[in-house]
C-alpha cells in the first residue's frame, strides 16, 4: 500500500503526457536586419579602389580642397604641439580622431552622390554627420579609447628601456632612430602594430557603412573586422599603401594631405563598397 501511495504522488507530480505534448520550444524571431555578403578580394583591388578615388577627387575640387586644408591643418597643429608641448600630443591626437572621421564622412558623401548620378553638394557634404550622429560618436568613442590605451603602451615601453625618465622630444627622436636600441625599436614596434592593426581593423569600412546604411556603430566595426580577416592579405597590402601614400603626403611638410587625404578618403568610399555587397535593395 505504501508503495502504491508513493506511486500516486510521483504521477501526481510529473507533467502528463498529454502537457508534453502541448510544449512548444520558443523560436526567436528570424532576424530583420538587411544581409549583406563579405566579399572576395584580388590583389588589384586596392589599386582600383584608388583609381577611382582619384576620379572622384577630379570632379569635385572645391569640396576636395576644403577636405585637403582640413586634414593640413590639423597635421600642422599637431607637428607643432609635440615639437613644443609633447606632454599635449596625445590630447591633440584624441581631437584630430575626433574630426578626422566627421571631415571623412564628407569625402564619403561626394562618392556616394557619384555613384549614385545625384548632384553635388558642398553644403551636404560637410554636414552629413548629423543625421549619424549617435553611431560615429559612438565609434569614435572606441577608436579614442584604442588611442589613449596605445599611448599608454608607448609610454609603458619607455618606461622600461629608458628607467631615467620619458626622454625629451629631442631624445625621443634620438631613441628611435638610433640602431643601438634595436631591442626597444622592436618592441615599440610590435606594440604599436598591435594597436594599429586594431584601429585598422575596426575603421577601414565601417564608417563608410553608417553613412551607406545608417546602422549602429557595433554592427560596423564588426562587418569592418570580417573584411579584414576574410580578405587579410589584400587588406595588409591595403594598408600598405595607405601607410606609404599618408608619409608621402607628409615629406613635403604635410602639404601632400591637400591631395593625398582627400584622395585616401574617396578611395575608402570604394573599398566599402567593393568589399561588403547589400542583398536588400534600400
Not at 191 to 197: L, M, N, R, S
Not at 202 to 217: E, W
Request: glycine share 6%; hydrophobic share 50%.
Amino acid at each position: 500500500m505504501l508503495m502504491n501511495q508513493n506511486q500516486a504522488s510521483n504521477s501526481n507530480n510529473s507533467p502528463s503526457v498529454q502537457e508534453a505534448n502541448d510544449y512548444v520550444p520558443y523560436v526567436p524571431p528570424a532576424s530583420d536586419a538587411p544581409k549583406k555578403e563579405i566579399l572576395k578580394l584580388n590583389f588589384s583591388d586596392p589599386f582600383i579602389w584608388l583609381r577611382r578615388g582619384w576620379q572622384d577627387l577630379l570632379s569635385f575640387k572645391s569640396c576636395t580642397t576644403f577636405f585637403g586644408v582640413c586634414f593640413f591643418v590639423m597635421a600642422v597643429v599637431l607637428g607643432i604641439v609635440f615639437r613644443n608641448k609633447p606632454e599635449y600630443t596625445m590630447s591633440i591626437v584624441s581631437g584630430c580622431l575626433l574630426l578626422g572621421p566627421f571631415l571623412a564622412l564628407g569625402l564619403y558623401e561626394v562618392s556616394r552622390r557619384n555613384e549614385l548620378g545625384l548632384p553635388k553638394s558642398f553644403i551636404q557634404s560637410t554636414t552629413c554627420w548629423r543625421n549619424h550622429i549617435r553611431s560615429m560618436g559612438m565609434l569614435v568613442l572606441v577608436l579614442i579609447v584604442l588611442e589613449l590605451l596605445w599611448g599608454r603602451a608607448s609610454l609603458v615601453v619607455f618606461a622600461v628601456f629608458f628607467n631615467t625618465g620619458m626622454p625629451s622630444t629631442t631624445g625621443v627622436m634620438e631613441a628611435i632612430f638610433n640602431a643601438q636600441n634595436l631591442e626597444f625599436l622592436l618592441v615599440y614596434a610590435m606594440v604599436g602594430g598591435v594597436f594599429a592593426a586594431l584601429v585598422f581593423a575596426v575603421s577601414v569600412v565601417s564608417i563608410p557603412m553608417i553613412l551607406d546604411r545608417d546602422t549602429d556603430a557595433i554592427s560596423a566595426a564588426i562587418t569592418s573586422i570580417q573584411v579584414v580577416f576574410v580578405n587579410l592579405p589584400v587588406m595588409l597590402l591595403w594598408g600598405a599603401l595607405l601607410t606609404v601614400l599618408v608619409a608621402v603626403a607628409l615629406i613635403p611638410a604635410g602639404l601632400g594631405l591637400i591631395v593625398i587625404g582627400p584622395w585616401l578618403g574617396y578611395a575608402t568610399w570604394h573599398a566599402y563598397r567593393g568589399s561588403v555587397k547589400w542583398l536588400d535593395k534600400v
